[in-house]
Nanobody, 124 residues
Framework: QVQVQESGGGLVQAGGSLRLNCEAS????????MAWFRQAPGKEREFVSG????????DYVASVRGRFTISRDADKNTVYLQMVGLKPEDTARYYC?????????????????WGQGTQVTVSS
């Protein structure tokens, strides 16, 4: 069982920056992939970015590519999502997810463990 805890959300103005943190409670193996999803009110949960535990493979949804950067610290069992140039349409609850599979998937069903989410609000 993997416990997942997000932090780092908040309220920022458009153009601002935030860094989201996701810590897994147990030492995940080299095959575990972690990802960020987000869900805005009235919308479906969508994939934002993912990273293999080796860090060699990353993926981003087109709307955030070039503005968001995902990274990981294996020693701390932590994955980060650095967000710059935030836009009002980035407003959502951001969820961290963990899968035992080694490849980064954009599918919600691929991830077995989820955090409670952290709110990101971008004002115009």
């Amino acid at each position: 069982q993997v416990q997942v805890q997000e932090s780092g959300g908040g309220l920022v103005q458009a153009g601002g920056s935030l860094r989201l943190n996701c810590e897994a409670s147990t030492r995940t193996t080299s095959t575990h992939t972690m990802a960020w999803f987000r869900q805005a009110p009235g919308k479906e949960r969508e994939f934002v970015s993912g990273i293999s535990w080796s860090g060699r493979n990353t993926d981003y949804v087109a709307s955030v590519r070039g503005r968001f950067t995902i990274s990981r610290d294996a020693d701390k069992n932590t994955v980060y999502l650095q967000m710059v140039g935030l836009k009002p349409e980035d407003t959502a609850r951001y969820y961290c997810a963990v899968t035992q599979f080694g490849t980064v998937s954009r599918q919600i069903d691929a991830y077995a463990w989820w955090g409670q989410g952290t709110q990101v609000t971008v004002s115009s």
